[in-house]
């Protein structure tokens, strides 16, 4: 079984490549959403345990909004897209249609919505890039400060000293001085991490 904090410099840079991608798509599904659009600036990429990725994207005391997804199919684990608050709040914004009152309901079904989209978009290129079935779950939301998310999450993710790689995009309207902010956290299954590097060739 592969030891996911004994990768190589090689395969994490194939797997940056793939999490590029998946970058790719999402700002394409966004532009789609919001008929505008949307660049995506050079992602940064994370790896290392949940916990200590997680503090090294937000202070703990920083809220946050944060959509939960586990995926199933030919791999399996767990997604968790985390957006600073303010962005969160633009982003809805953006999102809400016109004429509508913006409640706090709505804004949060326009972001989990969204979210998913965002994951799907995502997870559908990992699966297009390695020709593998990925099938999403229904998304879950917290907002909260860091700490009290990581909390929650470790619950769902299942262990603080799990690997995960965390990949921050951020999408440019280019009429909106400040690009948001998105941190799309990947967990598979250490089956699915051995099924993907096997299709990546590099195993």
């Known amino acids: 079984m592969i030891d996911a904090k004994n990768l190589t410099v090689k395969q994490i840079d194939a797997?940056?490549?793939?999490?590029?991608i998946g970058g790719g798509h999402a700002a394409t599904s966004l532009s789609q959403l919001l008929g505008k659009k949307v660049m995506i600036r050079?992602?940064?990429?994370?790896t290392g345990q949940l916990e200590e990725v997680i503090l090294k994207i937000a202070d703990p005391n920083d809220v946050v909004a944060s959509v939960l997804?586990?995926?199933?199919g030919d791999l399996t684990g767990r997604t968790l897209l985390i957006y600073p608050y303010e962005d969160a709040q633009e982003l809805t914004r953006l999102l809400m249609p016109e004429g509508h009152e913006s409640t706090i309901e709505l804004q949060e079904s326009l972001l989990k919505e969204v979210s998913n989209i965002l994951s799907c978009a995502?997870?559908?290129?990992?699966?297009?890039?390695?020709?593998l079935l990925?099938?999403?779950s229904v998304p879950g939301m917290i907002i909260d400060m860091v700490g009290a998310v990581l909390s929650s999450v470790i619950v769902e993710f299942g262990n603080?000293?799990?690997?995960?790689?965390?990949?921050?995009?951020?999408?440019?309207?280019?009429?909106?001085?400040?690009?948001?902010?998105?941190?799309?956290?990947?967990?598979?299954?250490?089956?699915s991490l051995?099924?993907?590097?096997?299709?990546l060739n590099l195993l």
């Open 122 to 131: 995502y997870m559908n290129a990992l699966g297009e890039l390695l020709g």
């Open 160 to 191: 603080e000293k799990d690997f995960i790689f965390c990949i921050e995009t951020q999408f440019d309207f280019g009429d909106f001085n400040k690009p948001l902010s998105a941190y799309f956290l990947l967990l598979p299954d250490n089956s």
């Open 194 to 199: 051995e099924v993907m590097l096997k299709k």
């Open 134 to 136: 990925i099938l999403p």
């Open 42 to 46: 050079v992602p940064k990429l994370y």
């Open 69 to 72: 997804l586990y995926f199933l």
């Open 15 to 20: 797997l940056t490549e793939v999490a590029n």
